[in-house]
């Protein structure tokens, strides 16, 4: 068994998906980094809860499950999201889960619709529904480069209830899961969209949050 698994390794030598290095998928090092605890921060009226604090590999743990499907990083993600939520829901019981939707071009390459599918597996944890209520009313940019002004103006109006959801939902309260916040941008303009569109937002749960980037 041990000398298969050598046997494979020297075929295919294993990078930590955190730092890079050779040997396990997730080293010890990186694993210690994702460390589940909660912070709250504020995006206009809204607290965010918040699990990790962004850094360079926390980025590559959310890529790695993001852009390459690799399992254990969704269980790292998933593991931190419940964090956040257990702490919101406390406060904030009942509320159904609103994911930040993808960019459909983002939902093609990876085959799947990644904060959507997260927020299925982590609602089942705590027995409350998810609704994917938003989507893009018109076409936005890759965000990852943009600064906090650019941000906002690509998102300034980007998201719209789906006409599929009509008023009878009007009311229900919900809070928004998204995998990270960094100025806040895109939680802003799904709180806007969402208030308009009748729901209460209580409040939004994030697996990592950058802590010196806030505005
Ligand atoms: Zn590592």
């Excluded at 965010?48 to 959310?62: R, T």
């Excluded at 309260?173 to 208030?195: F, M, P, Q, S």
Aim: charged share 20%.
């Amino acid at each position: 068994m041990h000398l298969f698994s050598d046997f494979k390794y020297l075929l295919f030598p294993t990078r930590c998906f955190g730092c890079r290095e050779l040997g396990y998928s997730i080293c010890s090092q990186c694993r210690k980094l994702w460390n589940p605890h909660i912070y709250q921060s504020r995006i206009s009226n809204l607290t965010v809860y918040s699990a990790i604090p962004y850094s360079p590999v926390a980025k590559n743990i959310l890529l790695a499950a993001k852009e390459q499907n690799i399992k254990s990083a969704d269980l790292l993600v998933l593991a931190a999201l419940r964090a956040s939520l257990q702490g919101l829901l406390q406060k904030h019981s009942g509320c159904a889960l609103v994911p930040i939707p993808s960019r459909s071009s983002s939902n093609r390459r990876r085959g799947r619709d990644f904060i959507h599918e997260i927020a299925i597996s982590v609602a089942k944890d705590f027995g409350v529904a998810v609704l994917p209520l938003l989507t893009h009313q018109r076409i936005i940019r890759d965000q990852s480069k943009l600064n906090i002004a650019s941000r906002r103006e690509n998102l300034a109006m980007a998201l719209t209830v789906k006409p599929e959801f009509p008023g009878n939902y009007s009311g229900e309260k919900v809070v928004i899961l998204d995998d990270l916040v960094t100025t806040g941008a895109t939680i802003n303009e799904a709180y806007r969209a969402l208030t308009r569109g009748g729901f209460k937002v209580q409040a939004a749960a994030t697996a990592c949050v950058a802590l010196r980037r806030r505005e």
